[in-house]
């Protein structure tokens, strides 16, 4: 069974960081692409940033390039997402994502219950 746990949201000031988590289990992780979503108050869903599976490329919304890093450690099957210098507009629900091949903006098949992310001052 394909399990995605994510872990890391809270509360951060403006210009505060962030780590998410995301242990992942049931499936062969190095394999997959993986990616987080959000989604913000009253929004819908917003990819903001994936990771290949095997050649291991990254891709940043625009959004938050120069701020958010992801990076996956497929020993410890876990996909990580450093949030810096983060902005009330980063608030909402972020997801981690698995896409059904190694190309992580593929059609994802399974996502986590999601970890919130508060910025206010």
């Known amino acids: 069974e394909v399990q995605l746990v994510e872990s890391g949201g809270g509360l951060v000031q403006p210009g505060g960081s962030l780590e998410l988590s995301c242990a992942a289990s049931?499936?062969?992780?190095?394999?997959?692409?993986m990616s987080w979503v959000r989604q913000a108050p009253g929004k819908g869903l917003e990819s903001v940033s994936g990771?290949?599976?095997?050649?291991?490329?990254?891709t940043y919304a625009d959004s938050v390039k120069g701020r958010f890093t992801i990076y996956r450690d497929n020993p410890k099957s876990t996909l990580y997402l450093q949030m810096n210098n983060l902005k009330p507009e980063d608030a909402g629900v972020y997801y981690c994502?698995?896409?059904?091949?190694?190309?992580?903006?593929?059609?994802?098949?399974?996502r986590g219950q999601g970890t919130q992310v508060a910025v206010s001052s």
């Open positions: 994502a698995k896409a059904s091949e190694p190309n992580w903006d593929a059609h994802y098949d399974y």
């Open positions: 049931g499936f062969t992780f190095s394999i997959y692409g």
């Open positions: 990771v290949n599976g095997g050649n291991g490329r990254a």
